[in-house]
Structure formats: C-alpha cells, structure tokens
C-alpha cells in the first residue's frame, strides 16, 4: 500500500498530466476550450434519469471488447452513474449500417467510448474506414493525446511531457482515390483553410489554458508548397493573437529524429492528419506504448474517448495480458467531460498508483502480471480509500 508521502508525490505528478488539480475542479483538455474568435464551447449533455448519463460504448476488435468490459467491471465498482448503450460494428462487413448506427446513438448520447474497429487494406476500395467515417461524420475535428513520462515506467527518454494535437477530419485521411489511367493511382490530400486555422486556433487555445510556452507546427511545406503551405500560414496567422507563446515549425522528418533524440524540447504540437498519427505513435513509444496513453476526439457537438494510438491489439486478443491502462484513463478523462470529478479521480488515482507506486505491470512494459490482476488491484486501492464501492 502507497505511503503518505508517495501519495502527495503522485498527487504532484497527477496534477500536471491532467491539466487541473485534484478534487472536484479537475477539467481535461478539450472540454471547456473557448476560442478568442469564436465564443462557442463543449458542453457535455446533461445527465438524465436521477443524475445517471449514458454513454455510447463501441467495443471494436482485437482487446478493445475485453478491456471495456474491465471499464464496465471498474465502473460499477466504483457506483459510476453511467448506463453504457453498447452498439456493435463488425469490422468484416462492407455496408456501413453498424458505423450508422454507431453514429446515430452517439449524436443521441453526445459522447462515446469506444475500441478501435480494424480497417482492413484487404476490402474493396470503396469501404471506407469505420473510425475515419465516425471521426467525419460527427465533425470530431481534435484529437487529443498527452505523452508524459510515468514514473513506475522504465523507458530511455525522461521528463517527457508533450500536448499533441491533430487534426482529424481532412488530409491524407479524406478518401479520395482513383486510378487516373491503368497502373497510376492517384490520392487526394485535402487541406482547408477553415479546418487548419480551425485546429491551429484548437491547439493555441489549449496551450494558453494549460499554461504551456511553446506550440510547434509539423509540417512538409518544402515540398507540398501549397498543401502544408496553407497549414503553415494558418497556424502562423494564430499564432500572431498568442503573443505569449512561442510558436516554431518543423519539417515532419526532422520532427521524428528530433522526437527519439530529444523529446524534452517539444511542449504543445500542432499538425495535419497523417503526421499525426506517425507522430503520436512515436510518442506513444516512448513513454512506454500504446497501452499507456489515453486520447479524446472533440468535436463542437460530440466527443469520443479511447486509447491514443488506435491499434486493435489482435495478436493479444482474450489472451488476458493486454494492458488497460489506456483504456481507463480514457474513461476516467470521459468522466472528466461528463463532469463527474470525484469517480474520475478516483479511479485515475487508483490507476497511477498501481502504475507507478505498486508497479503491477503487463508484459508490455516489462511486468509479469495479468490485465484482470492489474484490475482487480485498481479496485482494492479504490476500496482502500474508503469509496462507495460495490463487493469486489
């Protein structure tokens, strides 16, 4: 059991990695934003039925079903008042009624949790990728994820501590393909004016509200002149309201040299979608893997939470050694939207100090113990601080 002292300890390193302070005034990133352009906020939806809210939770492939069953088993331990509405996509069918349904029972409930949905490169090119039309659909135009070093966590790099933010509805990701003449295929990457000061705006705002100095703009406007050349004037155009924060830029290939030599020097990152995803799983890598690393998809009108990096995990799969640590800080940051403080720093208390004080670890970084172990110590330490529980 963590000691007095190592509790204030990690009560020093929780608050920084959240973005607020412990008890009832937590907020995680993205919620409560407000642009100096534009007043407009993420509201969560109001509870409903005695205080209770119902979250849309779409389990996905590979460990994404067994690890939200370890959120649910963790919620109602925890007396959550949450009622999940489970909408099932199967990932091996062509027509899109399953993400339709997703979609619709998301813009029922205003937020969801979900696993990834494996997108197979093997299908006709016409079936589009399920978390891409989610993500479209419901305009989710942020994504969120925030790489900090752990302290229980053995990794090469230290005192890693970087916002990533990435656009997530336009780029590389907007499905425009075709086979101009037999043999030459040609792909469309998309980049708005709208959308990139719209994410720039985003990534700024987030920076100021968070106390952060320095936001980078990743980019490859020395070859795609007008593409990330836009992207780049946009952000430079934000970035001239924020006279408080630096801003820099920085070729997309250097980025990821200077990520694996000095990752220290990166606060705040801004930047298109397919830089962002190379860019969070390099991230992601080293702090430790993809099973630590929480993220959120915030749009004007919804929000979707799950784990950062968005792989599926199937060679792990209902094998019991799948680590859930990305998985509940995700639904602890959920809780943090929903404005249930007290659960979610409950449970993100309890995750850390497995995590970093008890060291009960998966095999991914290193442990020997098991995903249901791993849980079932979260729940014995949530128990320990006297929470209204239910029997374990």
Request: proline content about 4%; aromatic content about 6%.
């Amino acid at each position: 059991m963590a000691t007095p002292s190592a509790l204030l300890s990690m009560s020093k390193f929780i608050s920084p990695f959240w973005g607020g302070r412990l008890g009832n005034t937590v907020k995680v990133f993205g919620t409560t934003l407000t642009s100096h352009r534009s007043k407009t906020t993420l509201t969560p939806p109001p509870a409903k039925y005695g205080g209770r809210h119902t979250v849309t939770l779409i389990p996905g492939d590979g460990i994404g079903p067994e690890l939200l069953n370890h959120v649910r088993e963790v919620f109602r331990f925890s007396c959550v008042p949450v009622d999940f509405e489970v909408v099932h996509v199967n990932s091996a069918l062509e027509t899109e009624d399953d993400i339709n349904n997703a979609i619709t029972a998301i813009r029922r409930n205003g937020v969801a949790l979900k696993g990834n949905i494996e997108t197979k490169h093997t299908m006709a090119p016409s079936v589009k990728s399920r978390n891409n039309l989610l993500r479209t659909s419901l305009d989710l135009y942020a994504n969120v994820m925030h790489c900090q070093s752990l302290p229980g966590v053995q990794t090469r790099h230290k005192n890693i501590d970087i916002m990533i933010i990435r656009e997530n509805t336009e780029g590389e990701y907007s499905s425009l393909e075709h086979e101009s003449v037999s043999g030459v295929v040609e792909s469309l990457k998309i980049i708005t004016r709208n959308n990139s000061l719209r994410i720039a705006e985003y990534a700024f705002s987030l920076a100021r509200e968070k106390g952060r100095r320095k936001v980078t703009a990743v980019h490859k406007a020395n070859i795609m002149k007008l593409g990330d050349g836009l992207f780049l004037e946009c952000c430079r155009e934000v970035a001239s309201g924020y006279p408080d924060i630096t801003f820099e830029s920085m070729i997309v290939d250097n980025t990821t040299m200077q990520l694996v030599s000095k990752p220290q020097q990166f606060d705040v990152m801004v930047m298109p979608n397919l830089y962002g995803n190379i860019v969070s799983n390099v991230c992601a890598g080293l702090v430790g893997g993809p099973g630590l690393v929480p993220g959120a998809n915030f749009g004007r009108d919804y929000a979707v939470f799950e784990t950062a990096t968005r792989n599926t995990g199937k060679s792990i799969a209902d094998r019991n050694i799948a680590n859930p640590t990305a998985m509940l800080l995700a639904s602890c940051m959920m809780l943090d939207h929903l404005k249930l403080y007290d659960h979610a720093t409950s449970i993100r208390n309890a995750v850390l100090i497995t995590m970093n004080e008890t060291r009960l670890h998966t095999a991914d970084i290193g442990g020997q113990g098991t995903t249901s172990e791993v849980v079932q110590s979260i729940m014995r330490y949530i128990q320990s601080k006297g929470q209204l529980t239910s029997d374990l």
